[in-house]
């Protein structure tokens, strides 16, 4: 009777909350909607992984070929270099993307000068816009080794040009700095917005005990947003076998292969243009796969250490 | 209570359930819709002619005259221009089981389309667009598209074979007091003294021997066309080797090596456009306009045609380009590459089949190869946007409105489908290449003379090689990958090395590629 009474008074609390806030629940059907469309009724599509599909028989009718796209996969010539490759230029990204978009942060929310903080915020997160194409015909202009312009700099030092998109050694940096680059002040937002919430009295009082600006940094600033720091971290680590497909697409050609090619461009070119369809859900399932394991585990490794966590 | 929420839950699930077809199963078979009374419905997916003008208006005269005329509400989208993205847009529809009834499509996807049984036989169409038949459809073109018997597309002719052609700059020549080059040691010293004897006179070492980038298909495959002249100088241009005699895979022949041993000189004595392995198409060209090489591989109209040359002509009054034969190996071998007779196929798919719409295809098709059909599509509407010379040729010349000529802007949404229509005849090659006078330095150019030249230069005939399986795509990656890889230095380019890496090729599936292309190639008869 107790329990039924209580379910009955949450569920009639519940139903007003929702009458009372009917405006900010309106504003969830949208992106509940697209959840729904976009992330939850395509998993029905996930078996594919396990058929060999054909669209005339469609995903029902199609024939159940067990792991053999998995294998397919993992047998591959370059599984082991696929790894490898996607692996690296995740953790690169996240080891320098995120404490660029950290020192980024506190710099423009440490600046005395407002204005001038204001115009390197959109100049830095502006980049965040440009297509990778773009960005390629700026990486062309200044990288290249027949009249680029940092060519024509190492040239004119006395060096021997080199060229950066089509070496193996110089390659990798070159997708790593660049992305950094274009996405180091859309990734700082969030960090800024988080350095807003700090109570400024701390900073205040800090000053009074006469701690420098590195100090305050180091001893306020750093450990206020450090929840937020896990949390992109943890973030990042769940989609970690996305390497950044739009990228490397733009900026590999052949004879960088070796260094470039990741998951997601082997997957677009086995699955997508050989109309292996069975082959590109199985990836995409064994990326989401690891995907979770590492986001529960990372997510249990912090909580241990800290008090975040983000499920 | 716990049995209602369950309640819910479930009927909110089998709601979702019920929605997933709708949503994420693809378009739903509209086969059926097809009325005998009204018009026939075709949806046609086709490869714009103008890839950077945009597609026929909604209201475009000649809909509504085919849905008058020939009873078809003809529906039409572009494909993209890039063909990896052609293929993204056909592959995906494909999976949603949404191809459209009319389609162009690419030799390798359309493979495996048929593998997936989404295009439908096309034989019975034949007889009846007797007209189109005739100037589209000729022997080659049917066994181009059969597969275990059944003919499963439409292949018109696609691009003019040998239309591409060695070009060297005169100017610099003659400024440098060098003759044409003819053998492969010759085009060495030409390209040494274009790189380091500053051939523009502009006191900067800022030009290159030879430029070129990497373009690569099924048939031009490992260093791509633009580096084939020098392939062909031993005997080994284009992926297969078409003869019955010596059939396979050229790099599987010894004399690949010889060949990338010479152009790893190339790149060591730095002669060649050190560029050239990032260069896209579009930067190939701009290079070339900018006088940054003297020597390269490039299309008759890409390079002749007037809003092409125009640049180059403003740039350089007095630059001066000519067509040239490909540079001769030691044991006698020149080639500027490897030609094919292409084809563009157009496929019917499955779902079109079904719905009984091949007799109202054929006769769209038959109608377009029509006279009516053929100037409509291939150059627009008469007194309006062309006008007929004395020959009976199209000419801009002569309109009421100048900027209406099917060759301006404002006029080329019109021609878009032209190549559905166009088979490379006469007229045709005569209206799109005509004669003209640069703006800058007043010489006379033409497309067409140009590639008359080019084609009476030595060629090696891979006939069908286009239509041979292709790789599967970690083996071509491997091939691609590793013959760069030789030349870019990450591999040494020893004899020990390179047989130890056509041994890997054979064991990651070489050998089997290169039977079943040869198989394919006897069973067709391509070999010569």
């Keep these: 009777m107790d329990m039924k009474s209580t379910v009955k008074r949450s569920k009639q609390k519940l139903m007003g909350d929702i009458k009372r806030h009917r405006a900010f629940y309106a504003l969830l059907i949208l992106p509940i909607c697209y959840f729904i469309i ?38 591959s010539f370059y599984f082991t270099e696929l790894l490898r490759n996607t692996l690296f230029y995740s953790f690169m990204k ?7 978009s950290i020192v980024l942060a506190v710099a423009l929310y ?40 940092v060519n024509d700099i190492i040239k004119f030092l006395g060096g021997k040009p080199i060229d950066f998109l089509t070496d193996t050694k110089a390659f990798p940096w070159i997708v790593i700095l660049s992305d950094a680059w274009k996405e180091m002040g859309w990734g700082a937002i969030i960090f800024i917005a988080a350095l807003m919430g700090i109570d400024s009295s701390l900073f205040e009082a800090a000053s009074v005990e006469g701690a420098s600006a590195i100090q305050r940094v180091w001893y306020i600033t750093l450990p206020s947003i450090r929840p937020v720091i ?82 | 209570m716990k049995a209602a929420v369950l309640k819910k839950i479930a009927l909110i699930l089998a709601l979702a359930l019920m929605a997933v077809p709708v949503f994420a199963a693809g378009q739903a078979d509209k086969s059926g819709s097809t009325q005998a009374a009204g018009p026939v419905s075709i949806e046609l997916w086709y490869g714009a002619a103008i890839t950077e003008a945009g597609p026929p208006p909604q209201d475009w005269a000649v809909l509504q005259l085919i849905k008058e005329k020939l009873n078809i ?36 996807p359309w493979l495996n389309l048929i593998r997936v049984g989404l295009v439908a036989p096309v034989d019975e169409l034949y007889a009846m667009m007797p007209t189109r038949s005739s100037v589209q459809y000729d022997a080659d073109s049917k066994v181009f598209t059969t597969i275990n018997g059944k003919s499963y597309g439409l292949a018109s002719p696609g691009s003019i074979a040998k239309n591409e052609g060695m070009l060297i700059r005169k100017d610099w020549l003659d400024k440098l007091g060098l003759k044409v080059p003819v053998t492969t040691d010759e085009y060495l010293a030409v390209m040494r003294a274009f790189t380091f004897n500053d051939p523009d006179g502009n006191g900067k070492a800022d030009t290159y021997g030879y430029g070129a980038f990497i373009e690569i298909n099924n048939f031009e495959e490992g260093l791509g066309r633009r580096m084939d002249p020098f392939m062909g100088a031993f005997g080994v241009a284009g992926t297969w080797n078409m003869t019955a005699a010596n059939a396979g895979l050229n790099v599987r022949n010894p004399a690949y090596y010889d060949a990338l041993a010479y152009v790893k000189q190339m790149m060591d004595e730095k002669i060649i456009d050190p560029n050239w392995l990032s260069y896209k198409k579009d930067d190939f060209r701009a290079a070339w306009k900018q006088g940054r090489f003297g020597i390269m591989r490039e299309q008759n109209a890409a ?6 040359y ?219």
């Excluded at chain 1, 959109?122 to 312009?149: E, N, Q």
């Excluded at chain 2, 350089?316 to 084809?343: L, M, N, R």
């Design chain 1, 38 to 75: 976009f992330k939850y009724l395509p998993i029905w599509n996930g078996q594919i992984a396990f058929k060999d599909f054909m669209p005339l028989d469609g995903v029902l009718g199609s024939r159940w070929v067990g792991l053999a796209n998995f294998t397919d996969f993992f047998q």
């Design chain 1, 94 to 100: 996240l080891f320098v993307s995120v404490p660029l």
């Design chain 1, 110 to 149: 440490e600046s005395a000068r407002p204005r001038f903080s204001k115009l390197v915020q959109t100049m830095t997160y502006l980049p965040h816009f440009l297509s990778w194409v773009i960005v390629y015909g700026i990486l062309l202009v200044l990288l290249a080794p027949g009249d680029g312009i």
């Design chain 1, 230 to 311: 896990f949390m992109v971290v943890l973030l990042r680590l769940g989609t970690i076998l996305d390497a950044g497909f739009n990228q490397m697409f733009m900026l590999y050609s052949i004879p960088v292969f070796s260094v470039a090619d990741i998951i997601d461009t082997w997957v677009y070119r086995q699955g997508l243009l050989e109309f292996r369809f069975g082959l590109a859900t199985a990836v995409g399932l064994f990326k989401g796969a690891i995907g979770m394991l590492l986001l529960v585990f990372a997510n249990k490794l912090v909580r241990r250490i800290s008090d975040t966590s983000i499920i």
């Design chain 2, 73 to 108: 509400d003809l529906k039409l989208s572009a494909l993209p221009s890039n063909e990896s993205d052609q293929d993204v847009k056909i592959n995906a529809a494909a999976a949603a089981n949404a191809l459209p009834d009319l389609f162009m499509v690419r030799r390798d």
């Design chain 2, 303 to 308: 390079f002749g045609a007037e809003s092409n």
């Design chain 2, 310 to 528: 125009a640049p180059f002509d403003k740039n350089f009054p007095k630059g001066e380009w000519i067509v040239i034969d490909a540079p001769k190996g030691p044991k006698g071998h020149q080639s500027v590459g490897v030609y094919t007779q292409a084809f563009r196929i157009y496929a019917v798919s499955t779902k079109a089949a079904a719905a009984g719409k091949g007799p109202a295809i054929a006769r769209l098709l038959e109608w377009m190869s029509s006279d009516e059909g053929y100037y409509l599509l291939g150059w627009g509407q008469k007194g309006v946007n062309y006008a007929l010379d004395a020959n009976g040729v199209p000419t801009p010349n002569g309109l009421p409105d100048p900027e209406q000529a099917w060759t301006k802007p404002a006029a080329q949404v019109f021609t878009q489908l032209r190549n559905m229509v166009y088979y490379n005849g006469q007229i045709e090659l005569l209206s799109r290449y005509p004669t003209y006078t640069t703006a800058v330095s007043g010489k006379t150019m033409s497309a067409l003379t140009i590639m008359r030249d080019m084609q009476k230069r030595p060629w090696t005939a891979a006939i069908g090689s286009d239509a041979l399986p292709p790789p599967n795509a970690d083996l071509k990656r491997f091939y691609e990958q590793g013959v760069l890889e030789f030349l870019t230095g990450k591999r040494e380019l020893t004899k020990a090395n390179w047989t130890a890496w056509v041994q890997d090729f054979d064991r990651l599936g070489g050998k089997e590629w290169e039977s079943a292309g040869i198989a394919k190639a006897k069973e067709s008869g391509y070999l010569k």
